[in-house]
């Protein structure tokens, strides 16, 4: 009888965990971007799409991955995008959810190495780096938010001004 069971199960089912995960990132991240779009805190909403966009870039590298392993992808997200409109908030959401997916793709690296998946391995290492720039820039973002408090959001709001001036 032939076995069919294909041995790089594991690793997709930990591809396929990520994929949920970048897809409730990314949710999450344009649900930021767009209320910050609209109360005018340029800088802040164009780094959320940004973010989003990159989450999405990740997605796709891993479904990839999980169809050249003859898997298949789940493209359901990992959990509801929470509907949180204050700033600090978005901040320290965006950071919890960073270091879940670091601690996540750091964890499922180590896993795929000891399985013989150098492919796999090597690519949660390099999400993981992806995902720590996210949160040292939200980290940033959140402490000049304490540093200078509603100026920094003013700020953002006359910048914003200025460039429509312009067009």
């Known amino acids: 009888m032939e076995n ?23 949710l999450q991240y344009m649900y930021f971007h767009v209320h910050l779009e609209d ?29 050249f392993l003859e898997g298949d992808v789940d493209m359901n997200p990992h959990e509801p995008t929470r509907q949180i409109t204050e700033v600090g908030d978005m901040l320290n959401f965006a950071i919890k959810i960073e270091r879940s997916t670091i601690d996540s793709y750091s964890e499922y690296s ?17 999400l993981a780096a992806d995902e720590e720039e996210h949160l040292d820039n939200f980290r940033t973002e959140l402490q000049n938010l304490k540093d200078y408090g509603e100026l920094y959001l ?8 200025k460039e429509i001036a312009k067009k």
């Not at 005018?40 to 169809?67: D, F, Q």
Request: glycine fraction near 2%; avoid cysteine; charge should be positive.
């Open 110 to 126: 180590r896993i795929a190495a000891e399985a013989g998946d150098s492919v796999t391995h090597r690519m949660f290492q390099n």
């Open 4 to 26: 069919t069971e294909n041995k790089y199960q594991k690793s997709i089912d930990m591809l396929n965990d990520a994929v949920r995960k970048e897809i409730a990132s990314s």
């Open 39 to 67: 109360a005018g805190y340029e800088y802040l909403s164009r780094y959320l799409h940004k973010v989003s966009i990159a989450e999405m870039r990740h997605i796709e590298m891993l479904a990839e991955r999980i169809m």
């Open 154 to 161: 003013s700020m953002q709001s006359v910048a914003r001004s």
